[in-house]
């Protein structure tokens, strides 16, 4: 037996669950593992809380991210005793997740924890810090440096923004961040943002082209937020969209795209190939220390991973919620 939340529909209301589950109840997969920590992502708040239709199969176990050991391995490339870091692919939507101490998944799907790293500090990083990688890679991949200007963040007090913050200002940019939470601005001063702006500069409606400021963007807000970022980036800047914590519209025009040769730039962590996984791994594994990551943080148990996710949708949670399993 091991513990889980377990999401389930079949009292026809949802329910999420902490619950002690048969090991013959695991899905297929090649790899079976002890989940050592685990964290609450956006998207693993939305499934917890049933606010979008993360989860696709019922019951479902969830937790897009995990760390933790092998305990048994049909897979090549796994053995028993090996750490492994699990971002996305569907689990936690389709195939039972993290949020449990025992998951079966596939071992094409795991990357190595870094030497640099512990379980828990790969799972401060977790999807959120991989995807905040992926973001600036796709920056650095235009050939964009600090040299060309400032660099804007938004949702910056969230995961994928803290570790933006942290990593591009490591990088040497000036960046500015855009925040709903005026009280956060020390953290974010502490992360190395160099200036915070205040969200509602950026979440009303503005015009198609406004007055050029950014050589780059990581927006994790999608809608009115998004719109205005690419409406205020420099002539041939890139603007590296992931999220849609504002909202999933993209309310603008052609205009900085065709007027400015700006790039928009789509960031999907959930289906990139191991090979993009490793090198974000590696560079996290470069660039962030354990310091940042330590302010980033914060733990909980378990069974608190439900009070977590409903205070990530309410606006309570800064940075980065690490599940001690
Ligand atoms: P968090 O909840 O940790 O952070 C989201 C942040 O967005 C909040 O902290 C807040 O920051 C800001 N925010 C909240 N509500 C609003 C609002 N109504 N309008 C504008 N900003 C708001 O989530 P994550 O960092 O884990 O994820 C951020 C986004 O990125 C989510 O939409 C998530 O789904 C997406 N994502 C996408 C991935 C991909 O592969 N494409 C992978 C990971 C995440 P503040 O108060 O500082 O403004």
């Known amino acids: 037996m091991f513990q889980a939340w377990l999401l389930d529909k079949a009292s026809g209301t949802f329910q999420a669950e902490l619950r002690e589950i048969d090991e013959s109840r695991l899905p297929p997969g090649d790899v079976l593992v002890q989940v050592l920590h685990s964290t609450i992502n956006y998207k693993d708040a939305l499934a ?13 176990v ?42 079966s998944l596939r071992g094409d799907w795991l990357v190595p924890v870094p030497a640099r790293f512990d379980t828990r500090q790969a799972m401060i990083i977790g999807t959120a810090g991989y995807t905040a990688m992926l973001c600036v890679q796709a920056i650095a991949a235009h050939d964009l440096r600090p040299e060309h ?10 995961g994928v923004g803290s570790i933006a913050v942290a990593l591009l200002a490591r990088r040497g940019w000036k960046v500015v961040a855009v925040s709903g939470k005026p009280e956060r601005e020390d953290y974010l001063r502490a992360l190395g943002a160099a200036e915070v702006l205040p969200r509602q500069s ?45 909202g999933m519209d993209f309310p603008a025009s052609v205009a900085p795209f065709i007027l400015r040769n700006v790039t928009l730039a789509g960031i ?47 606006g309570r949670v800064s940075g980065r919620t690490v599940v001690n399993i």
């Open 48 to 60: 917890l809380t049933h606010r979008a239709p993360v989860v696709r199969n019922w019951p479902m």
């Open 62 to 103: 969830p937790g897009i991210d995990g760390a933790g050991i092998v305990l048994e391995s049909r897979h090549a490339a796994w053995k028993p005793g090996d750490r492994w870091i699990l971002n996305g692919w569907g689990v936690g939507e389709t195939h039972w997740g993290c949020l449990a101490e025992r998951a």
């Open 149 to 158: 200007g400032e660099v804007l963040v938004t949702g910056a007090t969230g």
């Open 202 to 246: 950026l979440s009303e409606p503005g015009k198609p082209l406004q007055k050029e400021r950014w050589a780059a963007v990581v927006d994790t807000a999608g809608s009115h937020i998004l719109a205005n970022a690419c409406a205020q980036t420099r002539w041939g800047g890139v603007v590296a969209a992931c999220g849609l914590a504002q």
């Open 268 to 314: 999907d962590s959930v289906m990139q190939p191991l090979g993009a996984r490793r090198a974000a791994w590696a560079a996290l594994a470069d660039e962030l220390d354990a310091s940042q990551l330590e302010a980033v943080a914060h733990d909980i148990r378990l069974d608190q991973a439900l009070e977590a996710a409903q205070a990530l949708m309410a």
